[in-house]
């Protein structure tokens, strides 16, 4: 595990999506059954997921929150029988230190929160006292309420106020900056134009000197810049391809996608030509 992590700002790894939940934007149901979920997650495997990022709850725009208990009951047999067959890096996407704390015993190995540590203020503990990968990811308020007309003066501005304050509250609580990565949240309280915005300047949350990750996965703008009527989810393989190189071009060191075969072949091309770059550079 510790050998792929080491890859950050080498490769662009990719963290593969595995959504436990009825209600998910894209694949809501579909792995729920843990047979069906294990699958999934073998298939990811196999098509050259780095990381599996595993959520029990859905995070999409206007989703109700439900409870901790339920949320570890449909993360925690998936990560256990995971780990019957492999020791990839298990990313558990949650904002609760008892969801984050069960998932780590259970295998996991980074916490994904979007929240950057805000919803639960004994997550920072969990994780420091974990010392895991923790990720923190720029959201205006809760998912329910973060698309009720977002509006910013500098959206980069913004958030890297925003991460630069909860790296600041993650150092103290222990957290290793070393152990600290970055997603400034795309469609997490965002406009199309603040995504668009996001992705062209997506350089500039370099000054951070972390690990940047990014996740355009099938999300709603890609659909809608390309067609009058939106495309629905499953059509919107091309944009997340070209969002996802342009964000590696713009500095993302770890991408966060349900399809990851067809990613990862456009990710090689990308690291082949910048990353060979920026080593001959230095």
């Given amino acids: 595990m510790t050998d792929v992590l080491s890859k950050i700002g080498h490769q662009t790894l990719a963290m593969g999506i595995l959504n436990v939940t009825p209600d998910s934007f894209s694949d809501g149901g579909r792995f729920c059954d843990l047979e069906k979920a294990i699958e999934q997650a073998r298939r990811l495997i196999r098509e050259g997921a ?143 134009e603040h995504n668009i915005e996001i992705l062209r300047r997506l350089q500039e949350l370099r000054i951070l000197n972390k690990p940047v990750l990014i996740g355009t996965s099938r999300k709603f703008f890609l659909g809608a810049l390309v067609s009058d009527a939106p495309l629905p989810p499953q059509d919107r393989l091309e944009g997340t391809i070209a969002s996802n190189v342009i964000s590696v071009l713009n500095g993302a060191d770890i991408v966060r996608v349900h399809d990851v075969q067809a990613v990862k072949r456009a990710l090689r091309i990308t690291d082949a030509v910048i990353r060979e770059a920026t080593a001959s550079s230095g």
């Fill in 50 to 192: 780095d990381i599996l990022d595993i959520g029990g709850e859905s995070t999409r725009p206007g989703s109700d929150r439900i409870s901790a208990g339920e949320e570890r009951e449909r993360v925690v047999p998936v990560i256990q029988a995971i780990r019957q067959f492999s020791q990839i890096p298990i990313s558990i996407d949650t904002y609760r230190s008892e969801t984050a704390e069960a998932a780590l015993t259970a295998g996991a190995t980074i916490i994904n929160d979007i929240s950057a540590l805000r919803l639960d203020e004994r997550m920072k503990y969990v994780a420091a006292e974990a010392r895991v990968p923790v990720v923190l990811v720029h959201m205006l308020g809760e998912p329910k309420t973060m698309q009720q007309n977002p509006t910013y003066q500098n959206v980069l501005g913004e958030i890297i106020q925003f991460l630069r304050e909860r790296i600041d509250v993650a150092t103290r609580a222990g957290i290793d900056e070393q152990k600290m990565w970055v997603d400034p949240g795309i469609g997490f309280g965002k406009k199309i």
